[in-house]
């Protein structure tokens, strides 16, 4: 069992920067496949980063690469994301993702756990 629980949302202007953090409980977090996934309102949930159980891979969402940066801290078993460069288009609930079987998370492969979700708002 993984418990995971995000913080760091809130609200911010366009061009600016925030970062998530997703901490877990129950198990170590190299343990696991790690990702981020976000829900705007009216769309289905997708995909935004990941991680996998080594820390070696990392994949993005096209519309984030060279803004976005997944990251974990080991040692605290916390998750980050960070996001630069913020656009309206990035507003959304995010939500951290965890699995204990699969190596790597993305479009499609989503893990067994979630936490409750942060809300990003970015004004235009």
């Known amino acids: 069992q993984v418990h995971l629980v995000e913080s760091g949302g809130g609200l911010v202007q366009a061009g600016g920067s925030l970062r998530l953090s997703c901490a877990a409980s129950?198990?170590?977090?190299?343990?696991?496949?790690m990702g981020w996934f976000r829900q705007a309102p009216g769309k289905e949930r997708e995909f935004v980063a990941a991680?996998?159980?080594?820390?070696?891979?990392?994949e993005y969402q096209e519309s984030v690469k060279g803004r976005f940066s997944i990251s974990r801290d080991d040692s605290r078993n916390i998750l980050y994301l960070q996001m630069n460069s913020l656009k309206s288009e990035d507003t959304a609930v995010y939500y951290c993702?965890?699995?204990?079987?699969?190596?790597?998370?993305?479009?499609?492969?989503?893990?067994?756990?979630w936490g409750q979700g942060t809300q990003v708002t970015v004004s235009a």
């Open positions: 993702n965890a699995d204990r079987f699969q190596d790597m998370l993305g479009p499609g492969r989503v893990g067994d756990y």
């Open positions: 129950g198990r170590p977090i190299s343990t696991n496949a």
């Open positions: 991680i996998n159980r080594s820390g070696i891979r990392k």
